[in-house]
């Protein structure tokens, strides 16, 4: 149906930044909202970034100011630019979906990646 491949993840010096890219392929009829989560060890996931099809913006206040999620539509990818990483920023990033597949009928989902780990030493 869906599958969404991440890439860009890795060991980082705080201060840091690393892009993070995830491109969705397969029987896709539309892709609606796109997104970033993360999730720590012992935490639970939380949202970092999304945007709309219509590229509207909504972040964590956690990294309000330093990430900038954007999109390709023409490419169905999303990227995260993360930038002035801190240590509370380590965690495994998911990149996430709701997409229309084409099928008969058409049947919308939410779909995730497979996730990319980032590390940011102190």
């Known amino acids: 149906q869906v599958q969404l491949v991440e890439s860009g993840g890795g060991l980082v010096q705080a201060g840091g930044s690393l892009r993070l890219s995830c491109a969705a392929s397969?029987?896709?009829?539309?892709?609606?909202?796109m997104g970033w989560y993360r999730q720590a060890p012992g935490k639970r996931r939380e949202l970092v970034a999304s945007i709309t099809s219509g590229g509207n913006t909504n972040y964590a206040d956690s990294v309000q100011g330093r990430f900038t999620i954007s999109r390709d539509n023409a490419k169905n990818t999303v990227y995260l630019q993360m930038n002035s990483l801190k240590p509370e920023d380590t965690a495994g990033y998911y990149c996430?979906?709701?997409?229309?597949?084409?099928?008969?009928?058409?049947?919308?989902?939410?779909?995730w990646g497979q996730g990319t780990q980032v590390t940011v030493s102190s």
């Open positions: 397969g029987s896709i009829f539309s892709i609606n909202g």
């Open positions: 996430h979906t709701e997409a229309v597949v084409d099928t008969t009928p058409r049947i919308g989902g939410d779909y």
